[in-house]
Nanobody, 126 residues
Framework: QVQLVESGGGLVQAGGSLRLSCAAS????????MGWFRQAPGKNRAFVGA????????YYDDSVKGRFTISRDNAKNTLYLQMNSLTPEDTGVYYC???????????????????WGQGTQVTVSS
């Protein structure tokens, strides 16, 4: 099992930026993909982006492509989400999650992620 703790959320004006972090501990050697999801009020949790931990390949939802950037720091076991040009539609609780090694997966499917953080609130005001 991997323990995940997100941080960096907050209130920001439209057009602003935030950087989220997700610190991982536990069985971190067993992850293959780490991803970010978000859940707006009254909506389902939705894919934002993901990174293949070993190769560094990244994947993004079309709604954030060109504005958000996922990166990782292997030494710190930390995942990041740099969010620029934020809009009120980006408001929600942001979660990081892990796909374990040795499984078939679709990075965009939340059902393939087995460990989740508690989430961090991002609010973008207009």
């Amino acid at each position: 099992q991997v323990q995940l703790v997100e941080s960096g959320g907050g209130l920001v004006q439209a057009g602003g930026s935030l950087r989220l972090s997700c610190a991982a501990s536990g069985r971190t050697f067993s992850r293959s993909v780490m991803g970010w999801f978000r859940q707006a009020p009254g909506k389902n949790r939705a894919f934002v982006g993901a990174i293949a931990w070993s190769s560094g390949s990244t994947y993004y939802d079309d709604s954030v492509k060109g504005r958000f950037t996922i990166s990782r720091d292997n030494a710190k076991n930390t995942l990041y989400l740099q969010m620029n040009s934020l809009t009120p539609e980006d408001t929600g609780v942001y979660y990081c999650a892990v796909v374990p090694s040795g499984t078939n997966y679709n990075v965009r499917s939340k059902g393939h992620y087995t460990d989740w953080g508690q989430g961090t609130q991002v609010t973008v005001s207009s």
